[in-house]
């Protein structure tokens, strides 16, 4: 069946860095375009950053422009997040998700928790 799953959590310190993988499968990964969408405690779902199918085209959040960069290997059916000078306070549960028609995220990985702090 369709399924992403995400990987790469944990805690780190302020300042530090991270990636964060998500593994596809049960469909053709390279044909969809592909995104990354957070949730910090007790707050509502923050669009992070997204990916075109082939790779040409990404886009970021203002927050985390200049700081986190996304990318694709389409051979390996995977989507990375990396994340550089995380910011205290910066704690959230990190999802991947495909883009369906009409531009709509319609499969969603079940997260991975991204904790900053010292």
């Known amino acids: 069946q369709v399924q992403l799953v995400e990987s790469g959590g944990g805690l780190v310190q302020p300042g530090g860095s991270l990636r964060l993988s998500c593994a596809a499968s049960?469909?053709?990964?390279?044909?969809?375009?592909m995104s990354w969408v957070r949730q910090a405690p007790g707050k509502g779902l923050e669009w992070v950053s997204e990916?075109?199918?082939?790779?040409?085209?990404?886009y970021y959040a203002d927050s985390v422009k200049g700081r986190f960069n996304i990318s694709r290997d389409n051979a390996k059916d995977t989507l990375y997040l990396q994340m550089n000078s995380l910011k205290s306070g910066g704690t959230a549960v990190y999802y991947c998700?495909?883009?369906?028609?009409?531009?709509?995220?319609?499969?969603w990985g079940q997260g991975t928790l991204v904790t900053v702090s010292s």
């Open positions: 990916i075109s199918n082939g790779g040409g085209g990404t």
């Open positions: 049960g469909f053709t990964f390279s044909r969809y375009g």
């Open positions: 998700a495909k883009y369906g028609h009409y531009y709509i995220l319609d499969v």
